[in-house]
T-cell receptor, first 116, second 120 residues
Framework: DTGVSQDPRHKITKRGQNVTFRCDPI?????LYWYRQTLGQGPEFLTY????????KSRLLSDRFSAERPKGSFSTLEIQRTEQGDSAMYLC??????????????FGAGSRLTVL | AQTVTQSQPEMSVQEAETVTLSCTYD???????LFWYKQPPSRQMILVIR??????QNATENRFSVNFQKAAKSFSLKISDSQLGDAAMYFC?????????????????FGKGTLLTVNP
């Protein structure tokens, strides 16, 4: 297993277009997270899944954003009608659910979105 | 809500020297986890070190150590014998207690980061 994979690494699109990012987590990890990182800021939580269930969505995730994790494996994050403010790095992470312990996240390299 | 503050946007250090990165946080919880993550340019974020709040002993990982002051809500990272490969953005992060303690430890709250430059 090579860790968390994200695709594409960089996407340039025009305002109003739809984009989709894919994340493949570490295979034995049952939790998957999406974070957004804008220039000069730390990552901000967007949403997370436990297996296929989406258990929380941040208020940062407007109606134009949708995330899925069919069958509890890979996940997709779709942004509809992109706006320039959506330009950011979208980070995916995964972890193994633990009832105790630090529940350490493993991050992917990110998908950078540039909206023109 | 928890907040994490990194007051140093940029730091620089000479190779082989020691540098300390600062982090403060605000929380009303008594049990939690703190992390330092490293994000090299165009590469994925990796965990450097973690600290459980209930442990008084400061965590250490090779050249990396922390100074955890729970009462002051301070969590600084010390890098000894700095190497060129240490150059990166460093993020301090907070996580709530695990589910077994009544928390919901799925969310990390990050600071804005400190960009570390290592000069040869």
């Amino acid at each position: 297993d090579t860790g968390v994979s994200q695709d594409p690494r960089h996407k340039i699109t025009k305002r109003g277009q739809n984009v989709t990012f894919r994340c493949d987590p570490i295979s034995e990890h049952n939790r998957l997270y999406w974070y957004r990182q804008t220039l000069g800021q730390g990552p901000e939580f967007l949403t997370y899944f436990q297996n296929e269930a989406q258990l929380e969505k941040s208020r940062l995730l407007s109606d134009r954003f949708s995330a899925e994790r069919p069958k509890g494996s890979f996940s997709t994050l779709e942004i509809q009608r992109t706006e320039q403010g959506d330009s950011a790095m979208y980070l995916c992470a995964s972890s193994l659910r633990q009832f105790s312990g630090a529940n350490v996240l493993t991050f992917g390299a990110g998908s950078r979105l540039t909206v023109l | 809500a928890q907040t994490v503050t990194q007051s140093q946007p940029e730091m620089s250090v000479q190779e082989a020297e020691t540098v300390t990165l600062s982090c403060t946080y605000d929380t009303s919880e008594s049990d939690y986890y703190l992390f330092w993550y490293k994000q090299p340019p165009s590469r994925q974020m990796i965990l450097v070190i973690r600290q459980e709040a209930y442990k008084q002993q400061n965590a250490t990982e090779n050249r990396f150590s922390v100074n955890f002051q729970k009462a002051a809500k301070s969590f600084s990272l010390k890098i000894s014998d700095s190497q060129l490969g240490d150059a990166a953005m460093y993020f301090c992060a907070y996580r709530s207690p695990p589910e077994g303690s009544g928390g919901s430890n799925y969310k990390l709250t990050f600071g804005k980061g400190t960009l570390l430059t290592v000069n040869p």
